[in-house]
Antibody, heavy 123, light 108 residues
């Protein structure tokens, strides 16, 4: 059974750095054709994709946020870390981590999601 | 940048069939996934690779992808199906994952 659990601060001030951790179990991030993604959802709004980290270490970032995002993985610790620098009120959202697979190129689908972490950015 | 377009809302009567479209450029050249998100919950994968259902997803949920539009069909709709539904694809230029704007399904 795949389980993911996100954790991190719930309140930040503008210009601070958001660091979120996704602890996972039930899979290995070194297994072929798997990865972990980050998705966020502002209150009352749609899902917005942020980043992917693949089993082979490859990373992809949202074009609109790539200058502020970084992601890393530690399979031995079974965790993935997302960092978003210089946050602002528009970054207020619930942040989800999710396991994905891609049997074929371009077939990435998020099949297990964490519970989400509500992060509020306010002065 | 690539965009997926969904209607903001769809209404259906209990027991009837709900159809939720998702349109995008050359969408039938891409693999589409669909997610259900009930209020206050994390999304759940309903469909992957255009038409495939994960284990545990009822057969009432089906999907297709042709002619630039992916379509999620919910047969014999139940009140429990009231939720937001999102389509999603992976694109390459630039490399990204894209979600549709979501469709709120009302069962009344």
């Amino acid at each position: 059974q795949i389980i993911l659990r996100g954790s991190g601060p719930t309140l930040l001030k503008p210009t601070e750095t958001l660091t979120l951790t996704c602890a996972f179990s039930g899979f290995s991030l070194t297994s072929s054709a798997v990865g972990v993604g980050w998705i966020r959802q502002p209150p009352g709004k749609a899902l917005e994709w942020l980043a992917l980290i693949y089993w082979d270490g490859d990373k992809r970032f949202s074009p609109s946020l790539k200058d502020r995002l970084s992601v890393s993985a530690d399979n031995s610790q079974r965790q993935v870390v997302l960092t978003l620098i210089d946050v602002d009120s528009v970054d207020t959202a619930t942040y989800f981590c999710a396991h994905f697979t891609y049997p074929y190129p371009g077939s990435e689908a998020f099949d297990s999601w964490g519970q989400g972490v509500l992060v509020t950015v306010s002065s | 940048s690539y965009e997926l377009t969904q209607p903001p809302s769809v209404s259906v009567s209990p027991g009837q069939t709900a159809v939720i479209p998702c349109s995008g450029d050359n969408l039938d050249d891409r693999y589409t996934s669909w997610y259900q998100q009930r209020p206050g919950q994390s999304p759940v994968l309903l469909i992957f690779q255009d038409t495939e259902r994960p284990s545990g997803i009822p057969a009432r949920f089906s999907a297709s992808n042709s002619g630039g539009t992916a379509t999620l069909t919910i047969s014999m709709t139940q009140p429990i199906d009231e939720a937001d539904y999102y389509c999603q694809v992976r694109v390459n230029s630039p490399p990204a994952v894209v979600f549709g704007g979501g469709t709120k399904l009302t069962v009344l």
